[in-house]
Structures are given as C-alpha cells and as structure tokens.
C-alpha cells in the first residue's frame, strides 16, 4: 500500500470507532464506514468464540451502540500487513482496559478493505501479551447484558394540558399521529389517550423494549402531527417513563424540553398498580 492509501484506511477505521460516542445515532453515523472499509466476503473478527463474519459483528456494533456504549481510537500506526490500533471502550459504566488490535487489510478490486481483525497476541500463552483477548471477551459479555436489559419493556405515561381554544384541533391531529404509529412502530405493542377532564390527558405507551421506545421518540421528533399536538394546542407537563431504560434511551429523553421523571420498577408491577 502506498503512503496515501495506508493513511487513508486509518484515518477511517479511527472516524468509524470513534463514532461511537454513547449518542443515540451512534450506529446510524458509524453504519456507512463499517460498509466502507470491511470486506463482506472474508471479513473475520476473532473472538474468545472463535471467529466471527461480518454480519455478526455489524450487529454485535449496533447492540454495543444502542446501549449508549463508547469506543476511543488512543493509537493507530500502519504496519505492512495493514495497521495495529489501541481502542478504550466504556460498556455499562465499566471502563475496560484498552485492547490493541492488529488489521489485516488487502486490495479488493481496487479498494482497500480489512479482511481479519485480532486482538494482539491472542494465540500467547504470556499473560502480559493475550490480555487482549481476555479484555475482548469481558466486552462481549457486557454487551450481551446490556442487550438482555434492552429487552425489558418500557411503559410511557404523557401527561398533557390542553388549550381551551384548541382541544378539537388536539383530538384531530392526534389521531394522525396514532395512525402513523401503528403503520410505522411493530415494536410499539400499545398507544393509548385517556382524557381526564375537558383540558387534559395524559398518554399511556408500552414498548417491546428500551430500542422500541427510542425509535418511537426519533420518529415523534419528526412528525408534523406529534409536534403540532404538543406545541400549538396543548403542553406536556410530565413524562414518566417506567421500566430499566438503555442509556441511550435516557439520553435522548433528556433532550426533550419538557420534564421526564424515570422509574426503574418493572413494567408488570407498574400496571398492577392500576396504570
């Protein structure tokens, strides 16, 4: 590989893992480099396991990023079968010590693309050397927890005050939002509003899990409906979210401009109590 090209495959692997910085978009700014730079037909990443393709470690990023989960390039230098890298990753709370990677990368077509990816020295019967491998292994392991975590589901109770002059415009384009939810959320099991008196309401939401609450809320963000409901004919007074949420579900709830208060009790023991 010339200097250009050498330069050029690292400067894109460190974009790509350094997308990942526990943001709710993480994989969807990560998703169009990893189909950049790995090669679909012989990729191999190995793994406590033994080796793993190309589709299990694209999902295998996706879970690491929708639990809000962290990755840090600290050093990258090329060597002449391709490049060895350092990365720090952050998965649950848990700093895990960096593990340094070495990349084999080939000529595909005319494109430069990583074929095999190993933790260094992961064949070493030397502690100091095949840490690595032990360190890649405690970060799967944490992903697949926060993953069985994600599968909880996730209740919403909306809270909202309606303006007096604007309640039959409330109703009209809030039944244009539950249509588009249940053409466009599989994941969404439940979307219900209880009217409380003439100028209020409140929503009662169940989601499959925290991926399904979170694509709700990023579709809800861009519906024109949603928004006219809760900015020109009524306000939200409080969001209660019930159940163990992703991280990367409280982050982006902690965006909106309105209140959000979080119970962690299961979903069940909340709607026992009459929810």
Not at 80 to 105: C, L, M, W
Not at 190 to 215: G, M, V, W
Not at 248 to 270: C, N, P, W
């Amino acid at each position: 590989m010339t200097n250009n090209i050498k330069q050029s495959i690292l400067d894109l692997y460190t974009s790509f893992i350094n997308s990942f910085d526990g943001t709710p978009t993480a994989f969807a700014n990560a998703e169009p480099t990893l189909n950049r730079i790995f090669d679909p037909s012989s990729f191999l990443f190995l793994t406590g396991d033994g080796p793993k393709d190309l589709s299990w470690y694209r999902e295998f990023a996706k879970s690491f990023a929708e639990s809000g989960n962290a990755a840090t390039v600290t050093s990258i230098e090329s060597k002449d079968y391709g490049f060895q890298v350092t990365i720090k990753n952050t998965v649950a709370g848990v700093e895990i010590d960096p593990i340094t990677y070495s990349a084999t990368v080939v000529d595909k077509n005319g494109t430069h693309k990583i074929t095999y990816f190993a933790p260094t020295g992961a064949f070493s019967e030397d502690s100091s050397v095949n840490h690595n491998m032990k360190n890649v292994g405690k970060m799967v392991r944490l992903v697949d927890e926060c993953a069985d975590k994600e599968e909880e589901s996730i209740m919403f109770i909306c809270r909202m005050k309606l303006f007096h002059d604007k309640v039959d415009e409330f109703k009209y384009y809030a039944r244009q939002a539950m249509a588009d939810i249940e053409s466009n959320e599989r994941d969404t099991i439940s979307f219900d509003i209880l009217y409380d008196d003439p100028f209020s309401c409140h929503t009662i939401e169940l989601y499959r899990n925290s991926r399904a609450a979170k694509q709700h809320v990023l579709n809800m963000q861009k519906n024109q409906y949603r928004n006219k409901c809760i900015s020109e004919f009524a306000a939200v007074n409080l969001l209660e979210v019930h159940g163990n949420v992703a991280k990367s579900l409280k982050m982006l709830l902690d965006e909106e401009d309105y209140d959000v208060v979080f119970h962690t009790k299961q979903v069940r023991r909340a709607l026992s109590y009459g929810y």
